[in-house]
């Protein structure tokens, strides 16, 4: 008899139904799947343990990842290495209180990373190249370092640490992006200002807005897709604009009803090319280039950032519960498991009619 936190599945018919409190009766079969990936009349559902679904996600696994306190901005190296940005206020500390990032590993291994703590790390990305860095694989992490200053430092492979930039045009920063030329940008977060950092080392404002900073992306081919919302809220707008600076759309998005993700930008997806994110109410969305939303799923919690993997699937920080969650396309059924479910299935059904 299986653990009953264990969770067993199959592509065939159902075997065995097998209770776990307070949740649904799950299809005991063949497969095993993550202990909390459960499979309803085609449709995924992660349960926590206690057994209630917890995300509706049809065509997709969602599991858990990888446990880590206080996740935020989500960024891969070139080697599938995720790094994960860190706020302290998650475990009861200061929300720019100094903290080490994470570093998960292909393998699942979760490591703190770098030579030492950096005052609020929690947005990351990679210089996978170099080019901003001087050093491939490098992390940067933006920084607010006082009232009137943010820093973006950035750590080697080595975990050594070094200061790319200090800027007084705004203290905290809300995003990174890279622009078709390799060129660093720089979304503030109170003063959602963009900055460009290009690979000479020359820093320059590209542009200056008002609101408050939610996140920036870039879709390689010239745009910059920036979202803002009013003070002290995140229920604004995503405008869009050229590599130059110069205003594409001033309404590209509005009314986003909290989307407080830091969106990814898609160039290629089931849904198309667009922005990925998550809403306050727990919905996982796909906005196409036209501003067109398709829902894909329901159930999420706080998730500041959503990426996509080297090997397909999309990888969500949930910040409330302290881990990275994995959304992967429901596998190809292997169709040797078919054959032994049925074969099994018809020795039971054997086995009843001999009593």
């Known amino acids: 008899m299986p653990n009953k936190n264990d969770v067993w599945c199959s592509i065939g018919v159902p075997i065995k139904r097998y209770p776990v409190e ?21 449709v995924f559902f992660l349960c926590p343990q206690g057994g209630r679904a917890e995300f509706v ?7 858990t990842y990888a446990e880590v306190a206080d996740p935020i ?13 860190r706020d302290n206020s998650g475990s009861g500390g200061s929300q720019v209180g100094p903290a080490k990032i994470h570093r998960i590993a292909p393998d699942g291994t979760v490591t703190e990373w770098g030579a030492e703590a950096l005052s ?30 943010g820093r973006v430092r950035f750590i080697k492979p080595d975990q050594s640490i070094s200061v790319l930039f200090s800027t007084t045009q705004f203290n ?6 890279f622009d078709s030329s390799g060129s660093l940008l720089v979304q503030g977060l109170f003063t959602p200002d963009i900055l460009r950092y290009d690979t000479n080392a020359t820093l320059t404002v590209l542009v200056e807005q008002s609101g408050r900073g939610v996140n920036l992306q870039t ?4 745009l910059i897709y920036s979202a803002t919302g009013s003070p002290g ?15 594409v759309d001033d309404a590209y998005l509005t009314g986003l009803d909290g989307f407080r993700s830091n969106f990814n930008y898609l160039g290629q997806s089931p849904w198309g090319s667009g922005l990925l994110g998550v809403h306050s109410n727990g919905e996982l969305a796909h906005y196409d280039l036209t501003g067109a939303k398709t829902s894909i799923g329901t159930g999420f919690s706080q998730t500041p950032s959503v990426v996509l993997g080297p090997d397909g699937a999309y990888y969500l920080s949930d910040f409330t519960n302290d881990r990275v969650l994995r959304v992967a396309p429901v596998p190809e059924p292997d169709s040797l498991l078919v054959l032994l479910s049925l074969w099994v299935l018809t020795i039971i059904r054997r086995g009843r009619r001999d009593r």
Do not use: K
């Open 120 to 149: 609020d790390p929690d947005v990351v990305a990679v210089d996978t190249s170099g080019a901003i860095t001087g050093t491939p694989n490098s992390v940067l992490v933006g920084q607010r370092v006082s009232t009137t200053t």
């Open 172 to 177: 905290n920063i809300a995003g990174f992006g």
């Open 22 to 42: 307070d949740g649904p009766m799950i299809p005991w079969h063949l497969e095993v799947l993550p202990r909390n990936a459960v499979l309803v009349c085609g």
């Open 73 to 85: 901005e989500l960024a891969f190296d070139s080697l599938g290495n995720l790094f994960v940005g």
């Open 233 to 247: 809220t995140y229920d604004g707008r995503v405008r869009i604009f050229s590599e130059a600076g110069v205003l």
């Open 219 to 222: 879709d390689g081919a010239g």
């Open 57 to 63: 996600v049809p065509g997709y696994v969602v599991e």
